[in-house]
């Protein structure tokens, strides 16, 4: 129970042994064991400085680690040569903080840039797909024309999503997919993403210092802290859990609200 790895056996989409990341002098992470299930959504959370952007960065390999092993559906990213890297990214989704949209591209150009990078089709059909995954993540089809400059936040994250589903992803990482969002906003994001997961047998990874989100969508939660993955669990499982930070951020007065409102969460 709250070990962050996973039976030989299971059926596991991200295995991650012995990492280690640092900038110069400054460690952020040693002996960083992790595993993401298969078809789960797991809350990756932390305090601040604890690398958990780092962490996914290192995974869709834009930050190269110091030492360790990370493999993707079985397989060794780093060693992969230029080919198997480029077909192992087309089977993921990224969403960066704020979107990271291309300010000067529309909605649908942002999303057609990774079917330009990846396939090779016709003007038509791109603007079709585009069109479709405009409308997958909820946003209505005058979007689609759009500059970003012109999108409200949430219409924003949901732009940026549409382009991390481009490809029909099987994995998506989300980084705080709901900071700067209200309340409702948040709300109908998560459902959304838990959502979007049953239909499409998503693997979601998800970084989050939102309780609101953990206790709505995720499946475990893996806390790091002290450079290193401390355990991986459900809420109820990591409330029992013995270390600072975990009790002051679980039991916290806006944990305790949280956990206080789980009942109303939909099911």
């Known amino acids: 129970m709250l070990s962050p790895t996973l039976p030989d056996n299971a059926d596991v989409a991200i295995r991650v042994r012995g990492l280690r990341n640092a900038f110069g002098d400054q460690v952020i992470h040693e002996h960083l064991d992790l595993d993401v299930r298969a078809g789960e959504i797991i809350g990756i959370v932390g305090g601040s400085g604890t690398g958990k952007s780092v962490l996914m960065r290192s995974i869709i390999g834009l930050?190269?680690?110091?030492?360790?092993?990370?493999?993707?559906?079985?397989?060794?990213?780093?060693?992969?040569?230029?080919?198997?890297?480029?077909?192992?990214?087309?089977?993921?989704?990224?969403?960066?903080?704020?979107?990271?949209?291309?300010?000067?591209?529309?909605?649908?150009?942002?999303?057609?840039?990774?079917?330009?990078?990846?396939?090779?089709?016709?003007?038509?059909?791109?603007?079709?797909?585009?069109?479709?995954?405009?409308?997958?993540?909820?946003?209505?089809?005058?979007?689609?024309?759009?500059?970003?400059?012109?999108?409200?936040?949430?219409?924003?994250?949901?732009?940026g999503l549409a382009r991390a589903l481009a490809l029909d992803p099987r994995l998506l990482f989300l980084d705080e997919p709901t900071a700067g969002l209200d309340p409702i906003s948040a709300a109908a994001f998560d459902d959304l993403i838990r959502a979007l997961k049953e239909t499409l047998g998503l693997t979601v990874f998800l970084i989050t210092h939102d309780l609101d989100t953990l206790h709505a969508i995720c499946d475990r939660v893996a806390v790091i802290a002290d450079r290193?993955?401390?355990?991986?669990?459900?809420?109820?499982?990591?409330?029992?859990?013995d270390h600072p930070w975990v009790k002051s951020y679980f039991h916290g007065p806006r944990g305790r609200a949280a956990l206080a409102l789980e009942p109303m969460l939909p099911a």
């Open 63 to 159: 930050q190269p680690p110091s030492a360790g092993d990370i493999r993707i559906f079985g397989q060794d990213v780093a060693g992969l040569d230029a080919a198997g890297a480029r077909d192992l990214r087309r089977r993921w989704g990224v969403l960066f903080q704020e979107g990271a949209l291309f300010s000067s591209l529309t909605v649908a150009e942002n999303i057609e840039v990774p079917m330009r990078e990846f396939l090779h089709l016709d003007e038509r059909l791109m603007m079709e797909l585009a069109g479709y995954k405009v409308a997958m993540v909820g946003l209505p089809p005058e979007a689609a024309p759009k500059f970003p400059s012109e999108l409200s936040g949430g219409m924003k994250k949901r732009a």
């Open 228 to 241: 290193k993955v401390l355990a991986v669990g459900t809420i109820a499982e990591l409330l029992t859990f």
